[in-house]
């Protein structure tokens, strides 16, 4: 059995009239928990029958997922080999009767595999490829593709075969804020005063070391939001450590610049408050930024999902948004030649090549380069009107979508039984 990592157990008769739901989240970065957040919030506005919830792996996310009722947590183990049987213990020692699973084919795949009905969430569609098919759970029993401003055609033919295959909108956590109250105190003009830096994905599976990417990109982040007029910065992610702490120059930050990782409701309230985001473009912050209204500027992607990801944002807000690698660290094209291989192979690619520049000689150049590019985009953001356009262009009702996918595979809650 894996460890049983937090507890949160309810009276044991009280249990057992409730109906056990599994939540997995992929062990790649936060934007997967964000979503399994956005639709635990959801539940709780449907009439719903009584829930109870288990998590599996989501072991970056967990502290996103707090300010939810989740009564077991456990590890998923990495071989392979050992997780159809500790997935079917699980199952059978919680009483599982549906799961909600973002990201994880593996997992929706073992689950599946023991009758376990299961909706899978899937917001990146539009990166797969025939490299990839293996990989993902197209027998889901719902299959939640979230929309996209672009469909590659090579991922249509892949996902023709899911035969839950559902289109939904962003699932992201719609603001506590009304309408008119989002970013009221937010300042029009130029420059910006209050900056949110938002690094995410940097526990990724084979990623090597965590600390190549901001040691690049935070130092460099921080001299242009001081050049750009910037008084107050937060640097929020899963950052390593202590690491972001240690990146500071008190010479060329803004004057008041702190750290530390936000809880999902947190963040949205930070969010909501700052004049500017700048955020390594993972699609769930740039969904929810557009939401909420917030000008923002993407750092260089990270994976290969985040070359899409910034992409689509300065496509949708019709302004280069986006900061590049310079071409000696990382040719995109490179890496979206290797896609139709699978997703492995493209990230080996953009992970060596942000390894290499910062460990290599040109480091300081480098980080020089994305200053510029940085304090470029800063100014061009001058003239986007529309912030929303991106969030607008897919919707905002996925998180809706999915819970009541989850409540339909559920049913009425007098005719559900246990998996075998």
């Known amino acids: 059995m894996p460890s049983n990592v937090a507890t949160y157990s309810a009276d044991p008769a009280a249990r057992s009239a409730l109906v056990t739901v599994a939540l997995v989240g992929a062990e790649f970065g936060w934007g997967s928990s964000g979503k399994l957040s956005a639709v635990l919030s959801a539940l709780r506005d449907r009439s719903a029958p009584p829930l109870r919830f288990v998590g599996l792996a989501s072991g970056l996310g967990r502290p996103l997922l707090a300010e939810h ?38 997992a929706a795949t073992a689950l599946l595999a023991v009758g376990v009905p299961t909706v899978f969430v899937d917001s990146l569609p539009f990166l797969w490829s025939e490299g990839d098919r293996a990989a993902l759970p197209l027998d889901a029993t719902v299959y ?29 956590a719609r603001p506590r804020a009304s309408e008119s109250e989002r970013g009221a105190g937010r300042s029009t003009g130029r420059p910006y005063r209050r900056a949110l830096v938002s690094l995410g994905g940097l526990r990724a599976p084979r990623l090597g070391d965590p600390a190549h990417y901001p040691r690049l990109v935070v130092p460099a982040a921080l001299e242009a939001l001081a ?19 240690r990146l500071i120059d008190a010479s060329v930050a803004p004057p008041r610049t702190t750290t530390g990782p936000l809880g999902h409701g947190a963040f949205l309230d930070r969010l909501d408050d700052c004049d500017v985001l700048l955020t390594s473009p993972g699609l769930t912050t740039l969904l929810e930024a557009g939401d909420l209204n917030v000008p923002t500027v993407c750092l260089p992607p990270q994976n290969l999902s985040q070359i899409f990801n910034g992409r ?34 493209a990230l080996e ?43 607008t262009a897919v919707g905002t009702g996925g998180a809706a979508q999915v819970a009541d996918a989850l409540l339909g595979v559920l049913g009425p809650t007098d005719r559900l039984s246990r998996p075998a």
């Open 312 to 345: 689509y944002h300065s496509q949708a807000l019709k302004a280069p948004l986006r900061v590049l690698w310079p071409k000696y660290v990382l040719a995109e094209d490179d890496a979206l030649a290797l896609r139709s291989e699978g997703e492995d192979h």
């Open 227 to 245: 050049a750009h007029g910037v008084e107050e910065v937060h640097i929020a992610g899963n950052l390593p450590g202590d690491l972001a702490g």
């Open 144 to 172: 939640c593709a979230q929309k996209s401003v672009e469909l590659p055609p090579e991922c249509m033919d892949v996902l023709a075969d899911a035969p839950g295959l559902r289109w939904v909108e962003a699932v992201i």
């Open 349 to 391: 690619l953009i992970y060596g090549a942000i390894g290499a520049a910062a460990q290599g000689d040109h480091r300081q150049a480098v980080s020089h380069t994305l200053r510029d590019g940085v304090l470029e985009a800063l100014r061009r953001s001058a003239g986007v009107d529309d912030w929303g356009a991106l969030t």
């Open 69 to 106: 009722t989740v009564d077991d947590w456990y590890d998923l183990p990495d071989d392979p080999g050992r997780l159809a049987p500790t997935v079917r213990e699980i199952v059978r020692s919680q009483g599982v009767r549906a799961a909600v699973v973002v990201l994880d084919g593996a």
